[in-house]
């Protein structure tokens, strides 16, 4: 019975140990292309239009911050344009999009009041928006989300031949206690992203996402797809059916900040929102993984009462790899998260991964945006 546990428990650490590696192979790459191309701005090759899709529900805290960084792009007025849409907000989120459109003159606001096809929610809002849009590109964001200036131009020179479909980071913008933990995490999950998505398309994230218009438009658009709460992963597959693919960028300048979720609830809605959407297509390997993770804390807990040196040891390791897992990602993001927070985030995430390995199984639907899915 130990060594079975010991055993579980190794593979968790070699799976840590194992995405290290990966993930600084696969920054390497990406530094040498990134630096090569320069944000894909030369001369000899002429910026494209894109279109800048934005959903936005009861977002009033959010938005305008989202609109000012947008609105301060390094990449051509001209070329682009962007579209944001309030899906029924109760709050004054509406009001805020459309005074900010009227002051600039590629800027525009659409009011969502109808269901378009199959989609729903978000996937309805940008369904309708890119029937708005006249850019060859479209790129999507979320209205908490802050873009760097060189966001655009830094994943269309990722846009080439099978990939058309490509995307940032996003990381949760440090604060109090709580927000600095999320912090932490999603510079710890981007990591095992960005190293995943190296060996195959494991999921994309709609709020630091660009792809092809056409093959959009040729699928059908969000609405010809069927439902998904994970409307970007849904998308995702449809790319795949067509034979296209993604690619992440592990980069400071695609790197957008996302505003923090409030409560732990929250948090626990979100992840069950995103588990929810991909369980259907989640391949065998990822539901390993993912039980391993959370699964953790029990097996560590027994194998600690009969052997507590062992389990101390595992616990060490395992807690030096995700530090050097989230200091090297930072050193490539250029961020400074808060340290002094790793003792209590290592034991923040090895209860959250807990709690949500059994939240995630228990029948029920999904809460997001005061909706019910």
């Not at 428990?9 to 194992?18: A, M, Q, S, T, Y």
């Not at 990939?163 to 510079?187: D, H, R, V």
């Not at 995943?196 to 010809?224: C, H, P, R, W």
């Amino acid at each position: 019975m130990i060594a079975i546990i010991v055993g579980f428990l190794c593979l968790n650490i070699g799976v840590l140990g194992f995405v290290v590696m990966l993930r600084n192979e696969a920054s390497q790459e990406a530094s040498q292309e990134f630096l090569s191309r320069k944000f894909g701005i030369q001369e000899d090759n002429p910026q494209p239009s894109i279109s800048i899709l934005i959903a936005a529900r009861n977002e009033e805290s959010n938005i305008l911050k989202c609109l000012e960084a947008i609105n301060k792009l390094n990449y051509p007025k001209g070329k682009f344009d962007v579209w944001v849409g309030d899906d029924s907000s109760t709050d004054s989120t509406a009001k805020i999009i459309e005074d900010f459109c009227l002051s600039q003159s590629n800027f525009y606001f659409l009011r969502v009041k109808e269901n378009l096809g199959n989609a729903r929610g978000k996937a309805n809002v940008l369904a309708q928006l890119a029937h708005k849009a006249k850019g060859e590109y479209y790129f999507l964001t979320d209205a908490d989300i802050e873009v760097q200036q060189n966001w655009v131009g830094s994943l269309l020179p990722l846009l080439e031949g099978k990939i058309q479909m490509a995307g940032g980071t996003t990381i949760i913008k440090a604060g109090e206690t709580f927000a600095s933990l999320q912090n932490l995490e999603s510079i710890f999950l981007y990591a095992v992203f960005h190293a995943a998505s190296s060996m195959k398309d494991v999921t994309v994230s709609g709020n630091n996402l660009a792809f092809n218009a056409t093959i959009y438009k040729q699928i059908g658009g969000f609405e010809a797809i069927p439902f998904s709460i994970t409307e970007d992963y849904a998308l995702l597959k449809e790319f795949q059916k067509l034979g296209y693919g993604y690619k992440h960028q592990l980069s400071s300048e695609s790197l957008v900040f996302s505003a923090p979720l409030v409560n732990f609830k929250s948090l626990l809605q979100q992840r069950r929102r995103w588990i929810g959407g991909a369980s259907s297509t989640i391949s065998a390997d990822i539901w390993i993984a993912l039980g391993v993770y959370g699964l953790f804390l029990p097996i560590w807990l027994v194998l600690f009462y009969f052997q507590p040196a062992t389990a101390i040891t595992i616990l060490t390791i395992k807690t030096v790899l995700d530090f050097l897992i989230i200091s090297r990602t930072s050193t490539r993001l250029r961020l400074r998260p808060n340290y002094f927070l790793f003792p209590l985030f290592e034991g923040f995430l090895l209860g959250l991964n807990f709690i949500l390995f059994f939240y995630c199984i228990i029948p029920g639907g999904v809460v997001w945006k005061g909706r019910k899915y």
